[in-house]
């Protein structure tokens, strides 16, 4: 069983930064592949980001490459660094964690409750 809980979402003008946190707890966070997901009032959940369970691979939406950045520490957390933020960055942002790996497409595993980042024009 794996808990994920996020924070570090606000409100940010355009241009500005955020960064997101997403804390694991069980025994065997460190074996997930972890994920950033977005959605947006009236859209589909998208995927954002993810990093495979040692760090050493990322992979990126093609709408946020060059901005943000993924990563994740060896103490159960994982990071999304948002940098030149948009408006349509807007979104409820959710992590994710699941054993299949940074391509996996279907529905991850275990989810946090996500955070909301709105970025004003």
């Known amino acids: 069983q794996v808990q994920l809980v996020e924070s570090g979402g606000g409100l940010v003008q355009a241009g500005g930064s955020l960064r997101l946190s997403c804390a694991g707890s069980g025994r065997t966070f460190s074996s997930y592949a972890m994920a950033w997901f977005r959605q947006a009032p009236g859209k589909e959940r998208e995927f954002v980001a993810a990093?495979?369970?040692?760090?050493?691979?990322t992979r990126y939406a093609d709408s946020v490459k060059g901005r943000f950045t993924m990563s994740r520490d060896n103490e159960n957390s994982v990071y999304l660094q948002m940098n030149s933020l948009k408006p349509e960055d807007t979104a409820v942002y959710s992590c994710?964690?699941?054993?299949?790996?940074?391509?996996?497409?279907?529905?991850?595993?275990?989810w946090g409750q996500g955070t909301q980042v709105t970025v004003s024009s």
């Open positions: 990093i495979n369970w040692s760090g050493g691979s």
């Open positions: 994710a964690a699941d054993l299949r790996g940074i391509y996996y497409s279907g529905t991850y595993q275990y």
